[in-house]
């Protein structure tokens, strides 16, 4: 095994690295966190920040009873995870979702890490397979894996890389929405962390508004795909607006627009559709537009989404955008602790092991970097258990998938194991996650 006077090398410091190099060095073991920025960037980064956030600033529901991503926070939170540590002090109302000011978020992660004793920061792009003498690595490049790594990666392994794309959704001016139109209010007036249940801007549409808004959708000018991109799928999860649009008259109203819990003060009428728009920083001085992901060009997006009532002199501090998003084969190239069967030193973690999502991301970091620094301390570590959010999350990418169709997946209560008696609706979930955090206190506190 690895020596203790031996560092281990994080390559890459979004979500996952930063949870990875955080774990590894609680365990007093020396970390190299290499991250490129700034002095190479990306498609979709603006800053040089640790654990930036570049598409939505939510980690989604924090409902650890009947959600299975709260779930995953919790199991995070009781496991001394710095992204939700960091998450829970920068949170911002969003009703029942965890939603972070994506800039103090990325300075409180930047700061712990860069204060740890244990860890170091260096700045520069790994370009390759990292050098032979680097015993311990975790690569948590992300989905935007720098291109000469990604071919290195790929020539080792002899297997072509897999991709989607993934959408950015535009962000707006809290002054300049018309609240003449719009109004504050979260779905059924449920408050979340750090919330009051007016945690959303509401913009609705009559029926006519909606299908005329549609068409505008479908038909304005979108980004060109250049050659090499053209049959790369996107992630279901995450499509673009004007794909979900295209799919039929009420795929938008049945999903990001749709208008139920939700009371117009400023009419006695029910919308057709709404828009939402989520806070995404402290001050309330910028909104998010949920679920508007979009490749529509910069000048047709504030063309079309400035015939949304409410939104007629909307200012933009962001406007969506497109990049694409690179994964490997994870249930034909890793084994079941996250190491490349081709090269067992290198372990891999976050979304480039086919994970989707920022707390899912995270968690496999997590469990990258207690791994990693089980190798480095010469102990065991034993897999968190399948009944958990984060055994199954491990256990579907690294031995439940189906390598032939495998494709990004979030964490959702289908990747673990069913209940054994017949029990539907709330109580099946909630039974699961009763049964997560049992079984994750006894793998955390094992008895002699």
């Known amino acids: 095994m690895t020596p203790t006077n031996t560092p281990v090398h994080v390559v890459g410091g979004g979500l996952a690295g930063s949870e990875a190099a955080w774990q590894i060095a609680e365990t007093d073991v020396h970390v190299i966190l290499h991250e490129m920025r700034p002095n190479r960037g990306t498609d979709a980064h603006q800053t040089d920040g640790l654990a930036e956030l570049v598409c939505s600033n939510s980690f989604r529901s924090d409902d650890a009873e009947y959600n299975a991503v709260g779930l995953l926070h919790e199991e995070m939170r009781r496991c001394n995870s710095v992204i939700l540590k960091v998450a829970d002090r920068t949170k911002v109302p969003a009703g029942g979702a965890l939603a972070v000011d994506r800039d103090t978020f990325s300075a409180g992660v930047t700061e712990a890490l860069a204060s740890h004793p244990k860890i170091s920061i260096e700045r520069t792009e790994v370009r390759g397979i990292p050098p032979s003498d680097w015993s311990n690595v975790i690569v948590a490049t992300g989905p935007l894996t720098s291109p000469a790594l990604a071919q290195a990666v790929e020539n080792l392994t ?233 055994g199954a999350l491990l256990a579907h990418i690294t031995q439940g998938a189906d390598s032939e169709m495998f494709q990004p997946m979030n964490i959702n209560f289908g990747l673990f194991p069913a209940p054994e008696m017949r029990i539907k609706g709330r109580d099946r979930k909630k039974f699961q996650t009763d049964r997560a955090f049992a079984d994750l206190q006894s793998w955390q506190s094992p008895q002699d």
């Open 158 to 390: 002899g297997k072509e890389s897999l991709a989607f794309f993934d959408a950015i959704a535009p962000i707006i001016y809290a002054d300049s929405i018309d609240f003449d139109v719009a109004w504050f209010q979260s779905r059924y007036d449920k408050p979340g962390p750090g919330g009051t249940g007016k945690d959303y801007i509401n913009c609705p549409m009559d029926k006519t508004q909606y299908l005329s808004f549609l068409e505008e959708l479908k038909a304005a000018d979108k980004s060109e795909f250049k050659e090499w991109e053209q049959n790369t799928p996107y992630f279901e999860g995450c499509l673009p607006i004007e794909v979900m649009a295209s799919r039929g008259e009420d795929t938008l109203r049945y999903g990001p627009m749709k208008p139920v819990g939700l009371t117009n003060p400023h009419k006695n009428e029910k919308a057709y559709a709404v828009i939402q728009l989520r806070q995404d920083n402290a001050l309330g001085t910028l909104y998010n537009m949920v679920g508007f992901q979009t490749k529509l060009k910069h000048g047709e997006q504030s063309r079309v989404f400035k015939t949304i009532p409410g939104l007629e002199n909307a200012s933009f501090a962001r406007l969506g955008g497109i990049h694409r998003n690179t994964f490997i084969n994870s249930p034909a190239l890793l084994d079941e602790e996250l190491r490349l069967k081709a090269e067992r030193r290198l372990r891999f973690a976050g979304q480039i092991t086919g994970v989707e999502g920022y707390v899912e991301s995270a968690a496999i970091g997590l469990l990258a970097g207690r791994y990693a620094a089980a190798d480095a301390t010469d102990t065991d570590f034993s897999p968190p258990p399948v009944t958990t959010a984060l």
